[in-house]
């Protein structure tokens, strides 16, 4: 096959797009990686590069979220060309609005949860009538992980913080009446039914309270979310890690915005690093013996922390999903707790590290699942099977 591939300014994005493009080559394929950073004058990876490359016919176009469908010239070349698009979604599609209704006509959708999935067929099904499930992919190690005694770091947290109080600011700004009433509303209920996504939480409060609403006026909801998703997601994460240094134990950080942060000058909390490449944060998470997830609002899905962190020989100690929960056992070869009953961190991070044996076990046990189910290596060959079926 012949690929075209993307880069953006998502330097996470670009470390997906290698692991891609290392295991299209293994298999033999062809690829060519355009630069949407400076699509015109990027040596190597610019549009006068891929007009030379299209010339001779392409099986597909491979990016992540909108990338390769960033606006109508884009839609238009791979229409003109009758390129099959790929899209693999890592972000909630209801952020995407207009952009889920501009699209090539061969166009196929992936998304890392059940729930986008159903969005996407719920009230996008004339623009994405291909979509499917596809589950995050993870990096095998080059190297051996440390051994759990000569890791760093007992717990580990990875990813940003902004405060949540500030998306508050940008609705009261953004939105008036309706619309602002129910994102708040919906904010309210999720901080109590921390099970519910936002589009789930929107579609409750609309269908319990008196608003009569059309999917059309949901749809206008939920693409007006991406702050109160964002919200939420700094809430909780705020209170996970308060959950840790309330109980004296040290917390290691790597992620930016912390600074902001609270309880930043705690004397349990310890930022390692603003910024790192990606690779970088990895070889970090393989020097904890456990790594502390909290999951990005995705209730049906997986996120690629809790795959590298098994990859790695270390603990994923996450809040579940339906998803996680049916191919992950607790206790077995991961660790959960609840975002309802988050003074039990502690005692759960007191049961690990104090019972090593057992950790190692569970550990060896969620590594084996995910090189068997969640490598790059299942990944492209899943995509690879899609466009197959696609093009018949």
């Not at 020989?313 to 309802?340: A, C, G, H, M, R």
Request: glycine share 4%.
């Amino acid at each position: 096959m012949r690929i075209i591939l993307f880069y953006s300014g998502i330097e996470s994005f670009n470390y997906f797009t290698d692991e891609i493009n290392k295991e299209l080559h293994n298999l033999g394929h062809e690829t060519f990686i355009l630069d949407l950073r400076d699509a015109n004058n990027t040596p190597g990876q610019s549009l006068r590069n891929l007009y030379e490359y299209t010339k001779t016919p392409v099986d597909a176009a491979i990016g992540y979220d909108q990338m390769p469908a960033i606006g109508p010239a884009y839609v238009e070349l791979w229409n003109e060309l009758n390129i099959p698009v790929i899209s693999i979604f890592v972000d909630p599609p209801f952020r995407f609005g207009k952009y889920n209704r501009a699209l090539p006509k061969a166009y196929l959708r992936f998304c890392c949860d059940m729930e986008h999935v159903t969005w996407c067929k719920r009230f996008c099904s004339d623009t994405i009538p291909n979509v499917y499930f596809l589950p995050h992919g993870a990096s095998v190690p080059e190297n051996e992980p440390p051994s759990w005694e000569n890791k760093k770091y007992d717990i580990l947290f990875s990813g940003t913080y902004y405060k949540p109080e500030g998306y508050i600011r940008t609705i009261r700004e953004k939105y008036s009446g309706a619309v602002q009433k129910i994102l708040f509303d919906a904010m309210d209920f999720m901080k109590v039914n921390p099970s519910f996504s936002l589009p789930a939480a929107v579609d409750r409060i609309l269908s319990y309270a008196d608003y009569n609403a059309d999917d059309l006026t949901r749809l206008s909801v939920m693409e007006s979310g991406e702050e109160a998703d964002w919200f939420i997601r700094m809430y909780y994460r705020e209170k996970v890690i308060d959950s840790v240094l309330n109980s004296g134990r040290d917390l290691w950080i790597v992620g930016r915005g912390w600074n902001n942060y609270p309880k930043c000058n705690h004397p349990h909390f310890h930022h390692i690093s603003e910024r790192i490449p990606f690779a970088d944060s990895l070889d970090i998470m393989a020097d904890a013996r456990i790594n502390l997830n909290v999951m990005p609002w995705f209730k049906d899905g997986t996120h690629e922390r809790v795959f590298n962190t098994l990859l790695r020989e270390s603990v994923s100690l996450t809040n579940p999903s339906t998803y996680l929960k049916e191919n992950f056992k607790d206790q077995e070869s991961i660790y959960y707790y609840e975002l309802t009953e988050l003074n039990h961190i502690p005692d759960i991070i007191e049961e690990i590290l104090n019972n090593p044996e057992k950790a190692k076990t569970v550990l060896k046990n969620g590594k084996s699942i995910v090189l068997d189910k969640y490598t790059w290596k299942q990944t492209v060959a899943s995509i690879l099977n899609a466009v197959n079926a696609f093009k018949q």
